[in-house]
């Protein structure tokens, strides 16, 4: 796919490449649920595929995860946003 919306994912590929659970899309990013609570992100930094900035929060304990057209928000454990 087109890579600027996401359908390349080679950024990521080593840590995409096992414990996915469930992966999510909006237009122009993916997000990917790994089984440890992890969320993994690639395609157009605008519409949530690069999530830096957050690391620290998405980085353990996330259950699920859901998108719009634009971005990506995570649920954690404790029922945090």
Known sequence: ???RYGGDS???AD????GVTSITGNGSAF???KDAGEVVTWGDARYGGD???VADRVSAGVTSITG???AFAALKD???V
């Open 1 to 3: 796919g087109d890579a």
């Open 10 to 12: 080679r950024s990521v």
């Open 15 to 18: 840590r995409v490449s096992a």
């Open 31 to 33: 997000a990917a649920l």
């Open 51 to 53: 999530s830096r900035s």
């Open 68 to 70: 719009n057209g634009s």
């Open 78 to 80: 404790a029922g945090e």
